[in-house]
């Protein structure tokens, strides 16, 4: 047994990218009002697969067609100004459309003029929008960039491929740098989330908020391993030792407190700063650990007896 389903999809996908690169060309609309190109709301291998067969088509064939970039884009935005001038059921798929197309041939959609359009089916996440123009403008069935609540800390994993932010809502996400894609949200804090670390082996990533506590994630499943209590006030700052073993925790009590990862357990408590204690960092060799304070010192303990060497 066999079918024809492939031959009739390629056909039809071809007889589309050809009419409708025709109809930019000429600046008769109807295919391009009528059909969504790509819907931005679909599966993320779906939407690629679409522009794969259906956007980098039409404008391979307009290139054919007027010989630059530069012309397509003035054909793209004279269909943009036809849509516009269309009642808001007639405008269709066009904006959106013409929108994804712009998108694809320029990378970015900065000051342009996307006024008083019924905008579908448009993907706009991960696009520079900066001075766009959206005034009086309908959006129906798009896709944006997920905003953040104010951002507090920030911290790259080791191998540089994700993000961690910490934020002002009491979450953390969790970023792929090169897809700019949202791997996940970890939700635990009761307020802001002051500071964030990946250990060493990129595996947890621990994570300290104005609760006054100390969360330890393990990175690839997103699971909260432990909470680690004891401060009486913010968190400021959390860094993991070299070997990723121990972590330290500093906060606006005026203490730090160094921790086993493995157990949660507390090993010792830090004391001498007058006021809030906001930063720590292990040296290299682990042996010492430094911390700053709002009360303008800086302290230096030696990690294995907790004693204060210098000030």
């Given amino acids: 047994m066999f079918t024809l389903h492939p031959v009739v999809m390629e056909y039809v996908a071809e007889h589309l990218v050809e009419q409708v690169a025709q109809e930019i060309t000429t600046g008769t ?16 291998y779906v939407r690629h697969a679409q522009a794969e067969l259906m956007l980098k088509p039409v404008l391979a064939r307009l290139l054919t067609l007027l010989k630059s970039e530069q012309v397509i884009e003035q054909r793209l935005l004279h269909a943009l100004a036809t849509v516009r001038s269309r009642s808001w059921e007639e405008q269709g798929y066009g904006g959106g459309n013409v929108i994804n197309l712009l998108s694809q041939l320029r990378g970015m959609l900065r000051a342009y003029d996307f006024s008083q359009l019924r905008i579908r089916q448009a993907y ?3 696009v520079e929008l900066q001075e766009a123009n ?4 309908r959006f129906e069935q798009c896709v944006f960039s997920e905003t953040f609540s104010s951002i507090y800390s920030m911290a790259f994993s080791p191998d540089g491929q994700c993000l961690a932010v910490g934020s ?12 700019w ?4 949200i970890l939700s635990g804090h009761l307020g802001w989330v002051w500071s964030v670390a990946f250990s060493p082996d990129g595996a947890r990533l621990a994570s300290g908020g ?10 690839s499943s997103g699971q909260c391993l432990t909470t680690l209590q004891g401060h009486t006030d913010w968190i400021r700052s959390v860094a993991f030792s070299p070997a990723g073993a121990r972590l330290a925790s500093s906060s606006e009590d005026g203490t730090v407190r160094l921790w086993e990862v493995s157990t949660g357990q507390c090993l010792t408590t830090l004391q001498g ?5 906001t930063s720590a960092s292990f040296s290299p060799d682990r ?6 304070s709002h009360d303008r010192t800086v302290k230096l303990w030696e990690v294995s007896t907790g004693k204060c060497g210098v000030t």
């Avoid at 104005?210 to 990175?219: A, H, I, Q, S």
Wanted: glycine share 10%.
């Fill in 124 to 126: 706009l996440a991960g």
């Fill in 210 to 219: 104005d609760d006054g506590t100390v969360k330890l994630w393990e990175v």
């Fill in 134 to 137: 959206f005034g009086a403008s």
């Fill in 168 to 179: 002002a809502n009491g979450e953390v996400g969790v970023w792929q740098v090169a897809r």
């Fill in 287 to 292: 042996s010492r650990l430094a911390a700053g």
């Fill in 273 to 277: 700063h007058a006021l809030w204690s």
């Fill in 181 to 184: 894609k949202q791997l996940m």
């Fill in 29 to 44: 609309l109807e295919l391009l009002l009528s059909h969504c190109l790509m819907k931005a709301q679909a599966k993320e």
